[in-house]
Structure formats: structure tokens, C-alpha cells
């Protein structure tokens, strides 16, 4: 298991930066970087004899690009839908968090 563990570790490493910023691409008189937000995770087990197994996933969602046009700086653009998206999950437990302290704050 160890073995496998180490595998993974070394195919993982070098990936780093370069899975969350694209590589630059022309579109016209513009060069465009995208953005991305990823991560992923790993597991294993076993019951210390040959019997084990193990898995993986990740995701990556677009956030948006910067955005380089001739004569101006370079600009992050967002990707709306993606962090409306991402962002729902923050609203949520937020709301509930507010909820809870209101209740609290009635008694």
C-alpha cells in the first residue's frame, strides 16, 4: 500500500500551478490565461492482509480568464455562472449560521 501511496504522490507533485492557470492563448489581438479552481484527494484502507483498495477524484472549475488587449493591463474577467455556482454552497451555510444566531438571540 505504501508503494501505491508513493506512486501517486509523484504523479501529483508536478502538477502544482499549472492546474489552476491555463497556458496563454491568442484570440485575435488578445491573449487570454484561464483561470481555474481545482483540487483533489486520495484514499485507501485495508484489513492488513491483501484485501485493500483505494481511489481518487478531483474537479476543476473554470473561474474565469486575465485578459490582455493591446494597450491596456492585463484585466481578470470572471466566469459569472462558475463562481455563482461555487459560491451557493457559501450562501447556504451562511444562511444557516444566521438563522441559528437569530433563534439564539430570541430566547
Known amino acids: 500500500m505504501a508503494n501505491i501511496v508513493s506512486q501517486i504522490a509523484d504523479k501529483v507533485r508536478p502538477i502544482g500551478v ?3 492557470y491555463g497556458e496563454p492563448v491568442e484570440v485575435g489581438d488578445q491573449t487570454l490565461i ?4 481545482g483540487w483533489f484527494g486520495f484514499g485507501g484502507g485495508g484489513d492488513g492482509e491483501d484485501n485493500g483498495g483505494g481511489g481518487g477524484g478531483g474537479v476543476s472549475i473554470p473561474v474565469g480568464a486575465y485578459v490582455r488587449r493591446p ?3 492585463l484585466q481578470f474577467e470572471p466566469n459569472l455562472i462558475s463562481l455563482l455556482a461555487v459560491s451557493i454552497p457559501t450562501i447556504w451555510v451562511t444562511g444557516k449560521a444566521l438563522s441559528k444566531v437569530i433563534r ?3 430566547k
Open 71 to 73: 494597450g491596456s493591463d
Open 18 to 20: 499549472s492546474t489552476n
Open 104 to 106: 439564539a438571540l430570541k
Open 34 to 37: 484561464p483561470v481555474s479552481l
